[in-house]
């Protein structure tokens, strides 16, 4: 292990550690990046949906050797219960522009890619490396890393903890609490390989378009949970997640959960014959903004999931990952130029990078939003897309029955399941929570 001392060590080669390792890199300074996986992205999950806007900030010409899958013309969002989805729809030719907005990756792939980008920029970057634990001296600053290898304290002025969800490091050495359960999603995912003309076919694509689906509803037994349905060049990734918390209390597997979307009548022909090569699980941050903890400190910034800097609204993360990256990298880099100590009062600065940036303006926005779906689970997954299925096959299906009576039914369906009271007060309570 090197003797030397770095201007910056960067614990993993995620998202968010690699946009932090090249902001620095590539602007001179001295960085170190450590990663406990054998390479960068083999311990990686992620859906994968990956936006260009954000990578494009830290490298503009990333299309030209990136690993990319499709490019997304389409977006569904569906509700299911049991046997039925009802939805909404967006597909758009203008999708396919010249530098499109987003893609889908593997990340095993795509990891690779952006952390080769990281050497050229000329950090030393080092895989099957776990850092086991923060160095401080006598005031509690941070002044660099213990790892599982042979070797001494390694030193730099600062170290950004890119280490995600798990955080165990910051945990560790109390910089902040253990991410609570009801602030978690586990999440499980499948490969699902078939050929590229038959994806297409499925789906209506060509060329390299992509397709995705969100699905909420009957499938995550009442608890708060999302399902996803991602189209990939060759393969289809398809996996659901919910919170620790429901999991726990429900005693319910997630393996089955997945089976059982997979089973789904609307999936299952999407996914038929296709040949399943990996399985993973991982763990999303879902609290919101209310959950972010401290995010810098004397001698330390925290970046990416480690920071709980997910926006489960949306589902987004590697984006807010790869910003809180470039905008630590960013800071840093300012406060070296300044020539001052990496100090709590100096570090504020990637603070008030990020207040100004979309990320903490989105999670503020929605700051009510992971709350409002946990302690309404039922209602939200359960009973309302049983209800929305139950109104539209009441207006599909054609029968002698006149339609004022169908609608007066509809209306009945609802007052029964949530009263007049109850439907008030959710359609208030989702407004505030979106406002
Ligand atoms: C199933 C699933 C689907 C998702 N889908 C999407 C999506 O479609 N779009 C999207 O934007 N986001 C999605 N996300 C979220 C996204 O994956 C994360 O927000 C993003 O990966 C966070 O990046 P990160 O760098 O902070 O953490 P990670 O990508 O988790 O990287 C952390 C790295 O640190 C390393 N590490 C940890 N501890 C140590 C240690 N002690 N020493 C050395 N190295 C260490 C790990 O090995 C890892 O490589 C999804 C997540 C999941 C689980």
Redesign the pocket.
């Known amino acids: 292990m090197t003797e030397e001392n770095f201007d910056a060590i960067v614990?993993?080669?995620?998202?968010?550690?690699?946009?932090a390792a090249y902001m620095m890199a590539s602007r001179g300074l001295k960085v170190l990046q450590?990663?406990?996986?054998e390479y960068?992205?083999?311990?990686?999950?992620?859906?994968?949906?990956?936006?260009s806007n954000m990578l494009e900030k830290i490298i503009p010409d990333f299309r030209d050797d990136a690993p990319l899958e499709r490019h997304l013309v389409e977006q569904r969002f569906w509700m299911m219960d049991d046997t039925s989805h009802i939805g909404m729809q967006y597909r758009s030719d203008d999708f396919n522009e010249s530098n499109p907005n987003r893609y889908?990756v593997i990340?095993a792939q795509f990891?690779k890619w952006f952390s080769r980008k990281v050497r050229e920029a000329g950090a030393t970057v080092l895989c099957e490396?776990?850092?086991?634990e923060l160095a401080r001296d006598t005031d509690g600053t941070v002044i660099g890393v213990r790892?599982d290898r042979a070797g001494d304290v390694i030193l730099a002025d600062v170290v950004v903890l890119?280490?995600?969800?798990?955080?165990?490091?910051g945990t560790r050495a109390g910089l902040r609490e253990t991410p609570k359960p009801e602030n978690v999603?586990l999440?499980?995912?499948e490969m699902h390989f078939l050929p590229e003309e038959v994806i297409d076919q499925r789906f209506g694509l060509k060329a390299n378009e992509g397709c995705v689906i969100e699905a909420a509803g009957t499938i995550s037994r009442s608890m708060a949970g999302l399902a996803?349905l991602?189209t990939n060049k060759e393969s289809i990734?398809i996996?659901i997640?919910c919170l620790v918390s429901d999991f726990a209390a429900t005693m319910e597997s997630p393996y089955v959960l997945l089976e059982s979307f997979k089973n789904h009548p609307s999936i299952q022909p999407l996914i038929a014959g296709s040949e399943v090569k990996e399985y993973?699980a991982?763990?999303?941050?879902e609290g919101g903004y209310k959950a972010i903890p401290q995010l810098f400190g004397n001698g330390w910034v925290v970046?990416?999931?480690?920071?709980q800097?997910?926006n489960a609204v949306h589902?987004?993360?590697?984006?807010?990952?790869?910003t809180?990256?470039r905008l630590a990298g960013e800071a840093i880099l300012r406060v070296k130029k300044r020539g001052h100590p990496m100090t709590e009062e100096n570090l504020a600065l990637y603070k008030s990078m990020l207040d100004k940036s979309f990320v903490i303006k989105d999670l503020r926005k929605y700051k009510d939003m992971p709350a409002l779906l946990h302690t309404n689970s039922r209602n939200f997954f359960t009973t309302y897309p049983q209800l929305l299925s139950q109104a539209a096959q009441n207006f599909m299906r054609v029968d002698s029955t006149p339609k004022i009576d169908k609608e007066r039914a509809t209306m009945a369906a609802f007052i029964k399941a949530r009263s007049r009271w109850g439907l008030v007060s959710d359609a208030l309570r989702l407004a505030f929570a979106w406002r």
């Not at 614990?11 to 946009?19: K, L, P, S, T």
């Not at 960068?40 to 936006?51: L, W």
């Not at 890119?162 to 490091?169: F, H, M, Q, Y």
């Not at 970046?303 to 920071?307: F, I, K, N, Y």
Request: charged share 15%.
């Open positions: 614990i993993g080669a995620g998202m968010a550690g690699n946009a450590l990663e406990r996986g960068p992205g083999s311990k990686n999950v992620q859906g994968a949906i990956m936006y889908t990340r990891d490396t776990t850092v086991t790892t890119a280490e995600g969800v798990n955080g165990l490091l999603a999440a499980v995912k996803f991602y990734s996996g997640g993973a991982h763990l999303i941050p970046v990416g999931d480690a920071a800097l997910n589902r987004e993360g590697s984006n807010l990952a790869m809180s990256g």
